[in-house]
């Protein structure tokens, strides 16, 4: 499984953005996926996840009401909406994979991981 994550950038607070992440290898069936982000100096930290058919999502506290999360499996591709956008908000964001059929929020439960997007959130 690789997973391409795309879509960050540089964005003035209240600003949106929308992040893509990319399957190929095999299919997004039975195979949960995760957002997490990782600021400079802090830990990874888990963001939102949703379930391989769509139907559950979760979301941070810090995060609720402001990000969606959803899956187009035409696509292959998972999206993270992000609104009302944050300085705090600012990190590298991530995509995970994670073969369940229950949404989890540690890192370590994720076994496929692609590379970063940077998000910037100017103040």
């Known amino acids: 499984v690789q997973l391409q994550a795309s879509g960050g950038g540089l964005v003035q607070a209240g600003g949106s953005l929308r992040l893509s992440c990319t399957w190929s290898g095999r299919t997004l069936d039975m195979y949960a996926t995760g957002w997490f982000r990782q600021a400079p100096g802090k830990e990874r930290e888990f963001v939102a996840a949703?379930?391989?058919?769509?139907?559950?999502?979760i979301y941070a506290d810090s995060v609720k009401d402001r990000f969606t999360i959803s899956r187009d499996g035409a696509k292959n591709t998972v999206y993270l909406q992000m609104n009302s956008l944050k300085p705090e908000d600012t990190a590298i964001y991530y995509c995970?994979?994670?073969?369940?059929?229950?949404?989890?929020?540690?890192?370590?439960?994720?076994?496929?991981w692609g590379q970063g997007t940077l998000v910037t959130v100017s103040s």
């Open positions: 949703i379930s391989w058919s769509g139907g559950s999502t």
């Open positions: 995970a994979a994670d073969y369940t059929v229950i949404l989890v929020t540690a890192v370590y439960d994720y076994d496929f």
